[in-house]
């Protein structure tokens, strides 16, 4: 497995593609929401696997904080680190910039991969595209 800061436009289309797969198909999030105005001033991630897009995720700057964001993974990758590969690079994405505060919106499900990452949980139960969320904060 390996993990790419996106680089170049086909890049960023398959980080698009894993993210429509398991968020707009799989989740039924409104395509609307999924792919927002914030596209652009964030840094992409895409995890390939034999060749293959099979997890993605952003990372933005907000109020001081590192925002993780739109991490996911193909079903047929789950439970097999592949979400821990792509929040070592975003973290270390973060660090390198100067970033040690983290902030992410888990959907509640996914609670404990976070926790397990050192992710506290600091809000309560919040919808967001219908989903049930938390938000989660780190100090690295």
């Given at each position: 497995m390996t993990v790419k800061i996106v680089g170049n436009q086909q890049e960023l289309e398959d980080a698009f593609s894993v993210r429509r797969t398991v968020f707009i198909e799989e989740q039924n999030v409104p395509a609307e929401e999924e792919i927002d105005?914030?596209?652009?001033?964030?840094a992409h991630f895409i995890l390939y696997h034999g060749g293959l897009p099979i997890g993605a995720g952003r990372f933005?700057?907000?109020d001081g904080y590192g925002k993780v964001e739109r991490i996911c993974v193909v079903k047929e990758a789950r439970k097999t680190g592949a979400g821990k590969e792509i929040m070592k690079a975003v973290e270390n994405y973060a660090c390198e910039n100067g970033i040690h505060k983290l902030k992410l919106n888990a959907q509640t499900h996914a609670i404990p991969f976070y926790a397990g990452l050192g992710y506290e949980v600091?809000?309560?139960?919040?919808?967001?595209?219908?989903?049930?969320?938390k938000t989660m904060v780190k100090k690295m």
């Open positions: 105005h914030h596209e652009k001033e964030a933005r700057v907000v600091v809000s309560e139960e919040f919808l967001d595209a219908g989903i049930p969320h």
